[in-house]
């Protein structure tokens, strides 16, 4: 009941400061087609930016968890430009007041939606790598970048998981459905698979202080076993667990990568692990075998490989756990259990 309040009332907070944040970056576009209508003399509008951008720093105060936009910051590494960039575009989703304002702005024959050049002119702090396909915006797909002849006039769009991110709302990006899916399993362990999720945790845990993520493998036929070792090593951590087969992964290469990229985006928004599940697979699969190494190395984060027989990374540090079947003394405590 406490969980369903606390919640409840972060949702009604984070919803409450990102209506304000939305002002603040209203209020900007409002004060520079003051200063375009009427030159410099403007200060009242400046007076109204700082208002609201006071209003949204206590609001921040009072929240007991951070708010959706500045954990989305944090994990991406945006900088106060390329905030108000997400926010100008989640604005034209939100707010039709931010269509009509893009459009005086840009002037006659303009866009309705943001730009980079609209941006450029009015945000605080403009920069231009902000703009480059390997900067956060493009590079995670924060933002959309429609057809326009150039760059700057292309008209811009948040991207639909990152905007329902922003209000509260947590579900897996759609574009993964078919290929990776949350892993579901339920089940009490026995004490020498306890043993091994306690060992994953504190790899896991030490490990996260000081470098990035060994890959965990999970070797041997006890399929079951696997997944709820994972699942529960897991868990302790705050993770959730997705799996994917690795028969589902697609074989072009330009389509791993984008499976990838989208994928360690829905893993940061959702603090999730992925698992692999290689236990069916043919080594003598040379296609298979080589879109299932890229995928290994070339995903960052938390990743889980289970597979029947021992595989090997080449760039990537990987701890291998053998999982064994139950013993018949734990089988025997299970079933009295039960």
Known sequence: ??????????????????????????????????????????????????RVSTALHDAALKM????????????FGLSLFERDIVLLCAGGELSSSFASLCTALAGEGGHTSPTFGLALATLSDPHWNALTPNAPLRRWRLIEVGMGNVLTASPLRIDERVLHYLSGVQYMDE???????????????????????????TLWSQAAK?????????????????????????GELGLQVSI??????????GELESLIRLWEREAALSTSALLVDCDEMERSDAGRERTVARLIESTNGALIVTSRERRHSLHRPMITFDVSKPSAGEQQNAWQSA
């Open 175 to 201: 574009r993964l459905l078919g290929i990776i899916e949350l892993l579901r399993v339920n089940g009490d362990l026995v004490p020498s698979h306890r043993l091994l999720v306690e060992q994953i945790v």
């Open 1 to 50: 009941m406490n969980a369903t309040i606390t919640t409840s009332t972060w949702q009604e907070d984070n919803q409450r400061y990102l209506l304000i944040a939305l002002d603040v970056v209203r209020k900007t576009l409002e004060r520079r087609l003051s200063m375009m209508r009427e030159g410099e003399q403007a200060n009242s509008d400046e007076d109204a930016v700082n």
């Open 210 to 234: 000081t470098s990035p993520l060994p890959i965990i493998q999970l070797c041997g036929d006890e399929i079951a076993g696997k997944r709820l070792v994972a699942a529960k090593a897991c």
């Open 244 to 253: 994917t087969s690795a028969h589902a992964l697609p074989s072009n290469p």
């Open 64 to 75: 007991a968890a951070p708010p959706a936009l500045e954990t989305l910051c944090a994990l």
